[in-house]
Every structure is written in structure tokens, then in C-alpha cells.
């Protein structure tokens, strides 16, 4: 029998937090800085790690306004992509995670950030706990896709129609449901001043990369929460306690 307490969900998200860090950050590096709830221990354990010595000369860069703020209260240096194009390691939470370590990412409303952050990264390590661990995309959450302000209801309504996305429901983001800023209409805004449609799924996305093509010729679509062949490995904390999968891990067991 177990002698171990269940631990809650935000300490399994602080014990992957902290191990990205220290596993894949060392002083000299150039860091992505991803956004969430999961990422927020990432970023802590840096801001940690600078302030003890352990860590030197690391520079950052935030996916979004919030973790920038979070990062500049605790010291660490930033930069932007502007200043830096090629990142060492990029940490960050996903949505969901499929067994091909396809994601689902952008329920806080930070995706184009993450994304153009991410894929500059020579690793993209994914932090998550077991429940995001999923069989296939889609049905477990809503797939976000960021879009211009302008005829939000035209381009909203292409989106449904795209065959690779056939059957799912598109719903336009309202400033309830993120933590994104919100316009005099009550939709949500993100850090780029664009709109958000989530799209729910009742059973998987059939070919992620056909959908991720489709959304990525839509004009009017900023991009999207599909993060197809980004992540090099997915650090998962489940009751078992921590598994690795991806490269240097395991083969993904779920
Ligand atoms: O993509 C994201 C934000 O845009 C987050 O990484 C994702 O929503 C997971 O967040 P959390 O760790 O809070 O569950």
C-alpha cells in the first residue's frame, strides 16, 4: 500500500514546474517563458535559481503580458524575440497532449506569443499534469484560434466550415472565460489585440496537420492551438509520480 498523500493538482504543476528548470536550463541560456498556471513554477523556479547564484546570465523571454509581469517581480532579465531569435530551451503547459506529442495549447489566450516563442527553441519542453493526457485532440478541449477583430463573425463562420474541422461547434471567446482583456462588447482581446474562437469538438480531430493547414491558409485567422511536431519532450506528474516522454523519455504510454 501507498504511504504517499495525494497531492493536489497545483503541487503536481509546481513539481514539473520546477523540474523543466532543472533539467533543461543552465546559466548562459536564452529561455522561452510560457504562460499558465504550470508555467507559472517554471517561471518562479528560474526567478528562484537567478536570485540564488545558481543560475547565471540567463535571459528570458515571456509568451505573454502576464508572465512578463510575473518574471520582471521576481528580477529575472528579459528580452524579445526582436533581440534574440534563437532560444536554448522554451517552457510552457499545453491543454492537451496526444500521443504523437501533438498539443492543444491557447486556453489562456496566449498562443501566437507561445507559438512564435516556441518554435524558435532548439527544446520545447511541455509541463503538464496526467490529466491533460489524452488519446486524441479535440473532444477534452476547445481547440483555440486567434483572429482579426474585423468581421470576426465572417471569418468565425469559415472556420466552422473548413473540412478538417467538420462537426465542431465555433464559439467566440467572451471576456468570462479567459484571463484576456475584454472590449466594450465583452469579448475577450488578447495581448495582440485580436479576438478568440474556441472550437468544440465531440469526438477527436481526425488529422491535426490537415486542420492546422487549413486554419493556417484561412484569411482573417491570426493562428492557431494546434502545436503539431513543436514539443521535444512532455514532462507529465500523475499519481505514479513524474514520467518523461519524447526525446531523452519514454515512449508515450497513454
Ligand atoms: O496555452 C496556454 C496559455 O495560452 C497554457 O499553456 C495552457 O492553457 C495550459 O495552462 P495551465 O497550465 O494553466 O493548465
Same mark, same amino acid.
Not at 532560444?87 to 499545453?94: K, N, S
Given at each position: 500500500? *501507498? ?35 504550470? +508555467? ?10 537567478? +536570485? ?35 532560444? /536554448?530551451?522554451? =517552457? ?5 497532449? @496526444? ?27 511541455? =509541463? ?37 474541422? +467538420? ?17 466594450? @462588447? ?5 495581448? %495582440? ?9 465531440? *469526438? ?12 493556417? %491558409? ?10 503539431? /511536431? ?11 509520480? =513524474? ?12
Amino acid at each position: 500500500m *501507498s504511504t504517499r498523500a495525494a497531492m493536489t493538482q497545483d503541487e503536481l504543476k509546481k513539481l514539473v514546474g520546477y523540474k523543466s528548470v532543472d533539467d533543461h536550463v543552465e546559466s548562459g541560456m536564452v529561455v522561452g517563458l510560457g504562460t499558465g498556471s504550470t +508555467a507559472y513554477f517554471a517561471v518562479e523556479r528560474v526567478g528562484q535559481k537567478l +536570485a540564488s547564484g545558481e543560475l547565471k546570465n540567463v535571459i528570458c523571454i515571456p509568451t505573454s503580458e502576464r508572465t512578463r509581469e510575473q518574471a520582471e517581480s521576481l528580477k529575472i532579465p528579459l528580452c524579445t524575440l526582436n533581440e534574440k531569435s534563437e532560444l /536554448d530551451v522554451a =517552457i510552457d503547459g499545453a491543454d492537451e497532449v @496526444d500521443p504523437a506529442l501533438a498539443l492543444v495549447k491557447g486556453g489562456g489566450g496566449a498562443l501566437l506569443r507561445e507559438k512564435m516563442v516556441e518554435v524558435m527553441a532548439k527544446k520545447f519542453v511541455v =509541463i503538464v499534469d496526467e490529466s491533460k493526457l489524452c488519446k486524441g485532440l479535440g473532444p477534452g478541449f476547445p481547440l483555440p484560434v486567434e483572429i482579426t477583430p474585423f468581421c470576426h463573425m465572417h471569418t468565425l463562420r469559415t472556420i466552422a466550415k473548413l473540412p478538417a474541422l +467538420a462537426g465542431c461547434e465555433a464559439i467566440l471567446r467572451m471576456g468570462s472565460s479567459s484571463n484576456n482583456k475584454i472590449d466594450g @462588447d465583452n469579448i475577450a482581446v488578447t495581448d %495582440n489585440g485580436n479576438y478568440i474562437v474556441d472550437l468544440h469538438f465531440k *469526438s477527436p480531430i481526425k488529422d491535426p496537420v490537415a486542420a492546422a493547414s487549413q486554419l493556417k %491558409n484561412c484569411v482573417g485567422v491570426v493562428d492557431h492551438g494546434l502545436f503539431v /511536431d513543436m514539443a521535444y519532450q512532455v514532462i507529465v506528474a500523475g499519481s505514479d509520480g =513524474i514520467r518523461v516522454a519524447g526525446t531523452d523519455g519514454e515512449k508515450p504510454w497513454w
